[in-house]
């Protein structure tokens, strides 16, 4: 069975903080992305990487970085949490082209305060 | 540019009352169009994969059809358990590995 986990299902941090979020893949896929979503704005895609250390940024990638040294883990780092960062942020991961369904994670939700 | 639309933002049914839920898309050669569940506070949870027109799934009470310009997912004698917002995206021919997403549709089925 196709499995997406992330590190915490709810983290609470302070204004300034380094925010580290972790997403594992178990089906050996090529691509993984990270999106945030937020009420009214449906998903946005903030980076996403179709290879280990490749990555590319998505529509939302200010002030967000991300890692993939591995293929089945992908990392989003928020240098300096700041309370517009508050949101639901999700993991996908599918395979190569031709197989783009999108596997998605059970999400982080993120409170900055 | 890719845009998907879903119609209507939120649907209220009875329990066992059918309907229909209206995704159109916009994209350059359709490569996929995906439907997905996501219930309150969990992440998407994939449903089908249409890839041609007329090409139609089924998965319990719920069946997707595809046409050129539209894809639909009907819901019939829907329980209240099928309560949840529906997302349909849309991949075209672009190189890209992204898919376009709408934003949903929030259904609520009352007993």
């Known amino acids: 069975d196709v499995k997406v986990t992330q590190s915490s299902r709810y983290l609470v941090k302070r204004t300034g903080e380094k925010v580290f979020l972790e997403c594992v893949q178990d089906m050996d896929h090529e691509n993984m992305f990270w999106y945030r979503q937020d009420p009214g704005l449906g998903l946005r895609l903030i980076y996403f990487s179709y290879d280990v250390k490749m990555k590319e940024k998505g529509d939302i990638p200010e002030g967000y970085s991300v890692s993939r040294e591995k293929k089945e883990r992908f990392s989003l780092i928020l240098e300096s949490a700041s309370t517009n960062q508050t949101s639901m942020y999700l993991c996908?991961?599918?395979?190569?082209?031709?197989?783009?369904?999108?596997?998605f994670g059970p999400g982080t939700r993120l409170l900055v305060l | 540019e890719d845009q998907v639309t879903q119609s209507p933002e939120a649907l209220r049914l009875q329990e066992g009352e059918s309907s229909s839920l209206n995704c159109s898309y916009t994209?350059?050669?359709?490569?996929?169009l995906f439907w997905y569940r996501q219930d309150p506070g969990k992440g998407p949870e994939f449903l089908f994969t249409?890839?041609?027109a007329g090409e139609e799934k089924e998965k319990e009470r719920l069946k997707a059809t595809l046409t050129k310009k539209e894809s639909f997912l009907h819901i019939t004698a829907p329980k209240p358990e099928d309560s949840a917002t529906y997302l349909c995206?849309?991949?075209?021919?672009?190189?890209?590995?992204?898919?376009?997403f709408g934003r949903g549709t929030s259904l609520i089925v009352h007993p």
């Open positions: 995206a849309a991949h075209g021919r672009g190189g890209s590995y992204i898919p376009t």
């Open positions: 994209v350059s050669g359709l490569r996929g």
């Open positions: 249409l890839y041609s």
């Open positions: 996908a991961s599918s395979d190569s082209p031709g197989q783009e369904t999108q596997y």
